[in-house]
């Protein structure tokens, strides 16, 4: 497992932008493939983005897709999520999570997870 800490979140208007990022402790990220999930108020988590290992495969949630982009860079043990064009229904806290292998969107196949980070659109 590796630790995972995120930052980045905060309050912004509707068709503006943040950019998350998750750093992880360990020597052996580069061997992890890494994913943001997101949880609204009274809803389930879900699954946003992920990342292979190479940084080579990434997939999307329908929703942002053409709006977000992860990346990661392994020399500084980092995974980003840019956010652009933001929605109210983007609102949520959001996870970076990590797992040994090929990227998955159930957050059931990850098993490091950072405390999250508040996003808050406003309309």
């Known amino acids: 497992q590796v630790q995972l800490v995120e930052s980045g979140g905060g309050l912004v208007q509707a068709g503006g932008s943040l950019r998350l990022s998750c750093a992880a402790s360990?020597?052996?990220?580069?061997?992890?493939?890494m994913a943001w999930f997101r949880q609204a108020p009274g809803k389930e988590r879900e699954f946003v983005a992920a990342?292979?290992?190479?940084?080579?495969?990434?997939d999307y949630l329908d929703s942002v897709k053409g709006r977000f982009t992860i990346s990661r860079d392994n020399a500084k043990n980092t995974v980003y999520l840019q956010m652009n064009s933001l929605k109210p229904e983007d609102t949520a806290v959001y996870y970076c999570?990590?797992?040994?292998?090929?990227?998955?969107?159930?957050?059931?196949?990850?098993?490091?997870w950072g405390q999250g980070t508040q996003v808050t659109v406003s309309s």
């Open positions: 360990g020597r052996t990220f580069s061997s992890y493939a």
């Open positions: 999570a990590a797992r040994s292998g090929g990227i998955l969107s159930s957050s059931t196949y990850y098993d490091s």
């Open positions: 990342i292979s290992a190479s940084g080579r495969i990434t």
